[in-house]
């Protein structure tokens, strides 16, 4: 339409083409390396397209599957339990503090503001979850820690706030208590505000690595990043030592090592990757909104 | 406040019964405030229940620790406690700082966050500005939507993703490399290659989502401006320099000074699981975090670690409140708070 600026958007298009193939790079090499076959990659190297297309790593994994489905199971509670219980908590407090006729906010808000700049740091926190709450090798350590995250509180009273206090007031003159004014009025209105928490809960729960791998050290109770982490050593015990971590005889020479690995990270992202490319619109919104207003 | 109110009520009233003397003013203010928040309290009940579980979860989590950080000045022996443990003062910082690490950890996590930093910033403030030029609107949600893909990794699986590049042997990267240079390109092994090769995977992580922070922020300019730009004469490249970027300006100047006042946090994932903890790596890899997180899983040397945290801390804060008083002396619009 107009010839002076179409440069400039040539440009804005080529330079952002580059850049999104830069990002989706390792995706595609992973998910190609993956399928390739052992022998290929010894004499190819890692392509972009597989050189000879084998499914045998899949294969692999899926014979054994016990510590994928124990990383799976594991994350999934956490997720559920964590994202569930943790939403509620941080609604109720959100709702609390945007309400503006709660004479008790501002000291609330006060005490939740402080949490942002002074913390006790690793080790304080460390002693308190292993030796006062002995939490050690226990979920529960990966969960609750989580709870009620200062950003995530003022992020979600922002949106209470904009639920029209008039709305309030007409309910509890109908004799609606505060608890019904927080289910039925607030939570339905700020749905989306609510989904975009609970989509930001999810992922880092499910991406949790850092507390698991202090707390956690019984292999049956490893989250998916940890089964994840552990892969190269899982993968170089079958290739040393030829027996499997459950202890299977295995022959080094016919595991396909390297693909294994992929095929691996293929299967935890894969989920995640589904759920998102969908709910990634909600995710985007909230997250802007919130980044703008907070 | 709330609880020197009460106390001095407390006092207050059992020295009227005791004493006979009369109540001063104070007391009779005192008591006054504990029974209208009495009463508050009363009436708000419900609302002050739903912030209970939050309060508690803080109260554990975030206050007690506080107390735990006198560990830092003490000689920590588990069968004491915490707080039964000995005084030492500030061995525990010398111990750190007189140590060969303080300095090349500390040079590590200023420089490459500083890097880091500035990187980022660049990086998403241009990608912003391009998609800003994009009008298909289908094209505009494709690049964005391929941008945050990489956000929603973890970086267990960032690090091993990254292996298809630089891999010793196979890594297209390397391969690239060893055909160009016909040496041998040892990433994992090599540490001054990552310098370099972290920003540039922070870049990859994190440019998707905050590109778009400053893209919903350039939506919201009002388009006359740049018609009437256009109008008088001004390119598009001008119309950049002179709208868009002054308009982004307070954002970006208060994203860096909330990333600026966490230098010394650098993020645990990118600085552990991107070089895979590579020993050989730690002479530029290594920083406070991934120092302390291995002080204390490794050697179990807890007073360190804690050390090490309180200064973290301590220097976080000043700079927040340092790199906030420059930004309100550029432009008094500036400051965070």
New interface residues.
């Given amino acids: 339409m107009n010839t002076r ?1 179409l440069p ?2 040539l440009l ?2 080529g ?3 580059l ?2 193939c ?6 595609v ?2 998910l190609s ?1 993956s399928l390739t076959e052992g022998a290929a ?1 010894q004499r190819y ?3 972009l397209i597989p050189p000879s297309f084998s499914l045998d790593a899949y294969a692999f994994i899926l014979d054994d599957m016990k510590t994928l489905i124990d990383g799976y199971r594991n994350s999934l509670l956490i997720v559920v339990f964590g994202t569930t219980l943790n939403l ?3 609604s ?2 959100s ?3 945007a ?1 503006r006729d ?3 906010g501002k ?2 808000s006060v ?2 503001f402080v ?1 942002m ?12 979850i292993v ?1 006062y709450l002995g939490w050690k090798n226990m979920l529960i350590a990966l969960i ?2 989580a ?2 995250a200062p950003f995530q ?1 003022f992020l979600l009273r922002v949106f209470f706030q904009e639920v029209p206090q008039a709305l309030t007031e007409s309910a509890k003159i109908d004799g609606a ?3 019904r004014t ?1 289910w039925s009025i607030a939570l339905p209105l700020s749905r989306p505000a609510l989904a975009t928490l609970a989509l930001m809960m999810t ?1 880092s729960y ?2 949790e ?2 507390n698991a ?2 707390f956690i050290d019984k292999s049956s109770l490893f989250p998916i ?1 940890l089964v ?2 552990n ?2 050593s899982y993968v170089e015990m079958i290739r040393n030592v030829g027996f499997d971590p459950s202890g299977n005889l295995v022959d080094p020479s016919d595991v396909p090592t ?1 693909s294994i ?2 095929a691996m ?1 293929v299967l ?2 894969l989920p ?2 589904f759920i ?2 969908f709910l ?1 619109k909600y995710f ?1 919104k909230g ?2 909104l919130g ?2 207003k907070g | 406040m709330k609880a020197s109110g009460r106390t001095e009520a407390i006092v207050g009233s059992s020295g009227l019964a005791t004493r006979v003397n009369p109540p001063t003013g104070v007391q009779i203010v005192a008591a006054e405030r504990v029974r209208k928040w009495g009463k508050y309290a009363k009436e708000d009940r419900h609302l002050l229940l739903m912030t209970l579980p939050a309060v508690v979860k803080i109260l554990i989590f975030s206050y007690l620790p506080l107390i735990g950080i006198v560990i830092a000045f003490k000689d920590y022996v588990p069968r004491l406690g915490i707080l039964g443990s000995p005084w030492n003062g500030l061995e525990n910082f010398e111990f750190f700082f007189k140590s060969s690490d303080a300095w090349r950890i500390l040079r590590n996590t200023i420089g490459l966050n500083a890097l880091i930093i500035a990187a980022e910033l660049v990086v998403a403030v241009s990608m912003a500005l391009l998609l800003y030029e994009i009008s298909n609107r289908k094209a505009l949600k494709a690049y964005q939507s391929i941008m945050f893909f990489p956000y929603f990794f973890s970086w267990v699986l960032t690090g091993l993703m990254l292996t298809t590049l630089l891999n010793p042997n196979n890594g297209i990267v390397s391969r690239l490399i060893e055909d160009m240079t016909g040496r041998e390109a040892a990433f994992y092994s090599e540490p001054w290659y990552w310098i370099v090769i972290l920003p540039l995977v922070s870049i990859w992580k994190g440019t998707g989502f905050s590109s778009l922070i400053y893209y919903s922020a350039l939506m919201g300019i009002d388009k006359d401006l740049f018609e009437a730009a256009e109008i008088d004469g001004a390119t598009k490249l001008q119309a950049m320099r002179f709208i868009s970027l002054p308009f982004l300006m307070p954002i970006m100047v208060m994203l860096t000074i909330l990333a600026v006042g966490h230098i010394l946090r650098a993020d645990f994932g990118l600085f552990y699981f991107v070089p895979r903890n590579v020993s050989a790596l730690y002479p530029v890899t290594d920083v406070l975090d991934t120092y302390v997180f291995r002080a204390l899983t490794v050697n179990g040397n807890f007073t360190m670690s804690a050390a090490v945290s309180v200064f973290q801390s301590f220097v976080g804060l000043v700079l927040i409140l340092g790199t906030n008083r420059l930004a309100k002396m550029y432009d008094k619009e500036y400051g965070l708070f």
């Fill in positions: 600026t400039i958007r804005a298009h330079c952002l083409l850049f999104c830069i990002c989706l790079l390792p995706m090499l992973t390396v990659i190297g890692y392509a509620l908590v941080t109720m407090v709702y609390s503090l309400r709660f004479r008790f000291a609330i005490y939740i949490t700049i002074f913390s006790g740091g690793l080790v304080p926190t460390y002693i308190l030796q609750v820690p709870f009620a509180i208590s505060d608890w927080y992922l499910w991406n690595t850092f791998m202090l990043q994840l982490k892969i190269q390297e690995m992929y990270m935890t992202s995640v990757m998102f490319s990634q985007v997250m802007t980044a703008v």
